[in-house]
């Protein structure tokens, strides 16, 4: 593999709370290639979105951040505020899921993005304007040179979002983190927005990383993807063999919960029991209460990480063979 | 029978075009023209984007807005204005289920005396029926008698959309309309509450109003499906068929936009936002944003038809060859 442009080693995030602490994300490991697409699946509170707040240094103080994020061997946990502000924007990006909430409502889009790309790029004057304008025109803004002038609350949350990408590309980054950048869009608008990420990755070569709960979304737009799972890595692998043949019971359960849109309709294959509460996560393995196959030592160890398959891990005690689903055997119950 | 008959149903409300009061009045047309029928046992999906009036067709169709015009039916005879009497005697009949249940809960009473409450409003005051029933109502929808008197705040979100079901379900109703039911669950629980759904109607005999933007779902609990955009319904027919073969240009830009786990399928793009509802555009108010329109697309509205095979279109070239190869 080539040398990855950003590496997650043992990445752990506790929040402290009167005086109790409640661990969000747990020992995350985690490597983007230059110009790769990995997609993060996971529920709320997965830890998905805490792992890239926490490897940017956005999270508020009382979140104790330990384990290591590189990118390029320069260390960002733990970095001083002015190497931070030298890699937000400008090596690594983010985008988030309310578009209209992230951009200023009181100044004209224009002055925002003359803003970002003052601060990342150093343009000003005329050179600011038509960098301005390329950027919108690169995200797929018609009539470029009239939306400059708008406010926020005057554009679709579609044209919002795509101002948003145009800010974030205002740096040049070299990694895009896309944290549920769809999810507040309608559907024909979501396929808008998804093709032109695409389109950007294309001509620009920029590594993405898709947060998203819509495994449908992870599917469509990335090579690898990992799954998160009450704050832990529960399963990584590449697309295709993560979605044909998944080996961690939690991912086996959450595509068969999945309705599909093509085939004969058959009964969902409902995971039973919620999510374990932040701060709550069992012993052993987090999955344990939930799994049709769980033993006596998922409840009290950690399963350990294992390669089960090229570019394949998972992170479960049993190691199911492939093409076996945990809730077709005979132990499971619904 | 038909439970419930929505005949040519429309909502008007009068707005500000532009900015602030002094705008020019202008009519938004949030449901405009809109007729459906739904049968006992039956599940009638309704999906559209934002704003295409489907929320607005699920208040009307219980009464809890005046139409503008046209009539809503249940059991044969008309939807008594909202308020009055015999309107309050039909709401035991039909209930609604809201996208979030933390906001249709009250954080201050145990989840048990809500569940219990639609009962002393309508029905046995006894305490101790209204207990014996809310304790079948919570089996019915997994919830154990030990959650009876915990807040809300206590329960998952998966657990507070069983308390807003097992609520709704006191009354023994006929006809539950859900808004958008399991969309602020997480994907593992949206299937529990799922398959709750399909169970209850099979059990119980419930028909289902069932709104949502989320196509892979209405597929999965509707026997048929209504397409709507812009206050309209531009498309219906069965749920699998829909689904497997949308002919209108909307449902097919609509099913090509779903992202899929499979390989990946020919994406019918569309360009632009949905236009503003106070200005829908002239004739079919697709035209703009469709890849086959002609002239007569922008000049007249298509109507509601039936086509031979039973499917609903509102589209001017359905039948035309051309569009059928540009599928």
């Keep these: ?334 | 029978m038909t439970l419930l008959e929505a005949t040519n149903l429309r909502r008007h409300y009068q707005v500000r075009a532009g900015r602030g009061p002094f705008g020019a009045k202008a009519v938004l047309r949030a449901v405009d023209g809109v007729s459906l029928s739904l049968k006992p046992g039956r599940t009638l999906g309704l999906v559209g984007e934002s704003g295409c009036g489907k929320s607005t067709t699920g208040k009307l169709a219980l009464g809890f807005i005046p139409p503008t015009a046209g009539t809503v039916r249940y059991r044969g005879t008309d939807m008594p204005p909202a308020g009055t009497p015999a309107w309050r005697a039909l709401r035991p009949r039909m209930q609604m289920v809201y996208q979030d249940p933390l906001g249709a809960l009250d954080r201050r009473l145990p989840v048990g005396v809500q569940i219990m409450e639609p009962l002393a409003i309508h029905g046995a005051k006894s305490p101790a029926k209204q207990r014996d029933r809310a304790a079948g109502v919570m089996a019915a929808v997994g919830l154990q008698m030990h959650q009876f008197d915990r807040y809300p705040h206590e329960l998952s979100g998966g657990q507070r959309q069983r308390v807003v079901l097992a609520r709704a379900l006191m009354t023994e109703p006929d006809l539950l309309v859900c808004d958008e039911p399991i969309s602020a669950l997480d994907v593992s629980i949206q299937a529990q509450v799922v398959n709750l759904l399909l169970d209850l109607q099979d059990q119980m005999g419930i028909a289902y109003l069932f709104i949502s933007h989320d196509l892979k779902v209405v597929r999965q609990v509707s026997h048929e499906v209504a397409v709507m955009y812009l206050g309209r319904i531009v498309e219906q027919g069965e749920a699998e068929d829909l689904f497997a073969r949308p002919l209108h240009p909307y449902t097919r830009a609509l099913v090509s936009a779903i992202p899929v786990l499979g390989p990946r399928r020919e994406r019918l793009l569309l360009q632009g936002d949905p236009p503003n509802p106070v200005d829908v555009p002239s004739g079919c108010a697709f035209h703009t944003r469709c890849p086959f329109a002609t002239a007569a697309c922008r000049a007249e509205a298509p109507a509601l038809r039936t086509l031979p095979d039973g499917r609903q279109v509102a589209c001017h070239r359905v039948e035309e060859p051309a569009l059928q190869v540009a599928a």
């Design chain 1, 1 to 334: 593999m080539i040398a990855p442009l950003v590496e997650v080693t043992g990445l752990t995030v506790d929040f402290e709370r009167d005086g109790r602490s409640s661990r969000a994300v747990d020992g995350v490991d985690l490597a983007i290639a230059p110009g790769e697409a990995l997609g993060l699946v996971g529920e709320s509170g997965s830890g998905k979105s805490v792992t890239w707040l926490a490897a940017l240094g956005l999270l508020p103080a009382r979140a104790r951040v330990r384990g290591s994020v590189r990118i390029d061997k320069q260390q960002l946990i733990g970095a001083a505020p002015k190497v931070l502000e030298g890699v937000r924007g400008k090596r690594i990006a983010m985008i988030f899921q309310d578009p209209s909430s992230c951009l200023n409502p009181v100044h004209r889009i224009g002055w925002q993005l003359v803003e970002a790309l003052k601060l990342h790029r150093g343009l000003d004057g005329a050179a600011a304007e038509s960098a301005t304008l390329r950027l919108l025109d690169q995200v797929g803004i018609a009539d470029a040179k009239r939306r400059l002038g708008d406010y926020p609350h005057q554009l679709s949350g579609g044209l919002n979002q795509r101002v948003m990408i145009a800010m974030a590309l205002a740096g040049e980054p070299d990694l895009l983190i896309a944290d549920e950048p769809t999810t507040a869009l309608d559907a024909t608008i979501q396929a808008q927005i998804l093709a032109l990420l695409a389109s950007i990755r294309r001509d620009t070569g920029m590594a993405l990383v898709l947060i998203s709960h819509d495994l449908g979304v992870v599917a469509e737009n990335v090579n690898r993807v990992a799954v998160m799972y009450a704050g832990r890595l529960v399963e990584e692998a590449m697309g295709q063999d993560l979605f044909g043949a998944a080996r961690h019971p939690y991912t086996q359960g959450l595509l068969a919960a999945l309705p599909t849109l093509t085939g004969p309709r058959r009964r969902l294959a409902a995971i039973p029991g919620t999510v374990p509460e932040p701060g709550k996560a069992p012993l052993g393995c987090a999955f344990a209460p939930r799994c049709p196959l769980a033993e006596p030592r998922c409840q009290s160890e950690p399963p350990p990480v294992r390669h089960v398959g090229l570019m394949h891990r998972a992170a479960c005690h049993l190691q199911i063979d492939i093409g076996v689903s945990a809730w077709s055997l005979p132990r499971a119950a619904e």
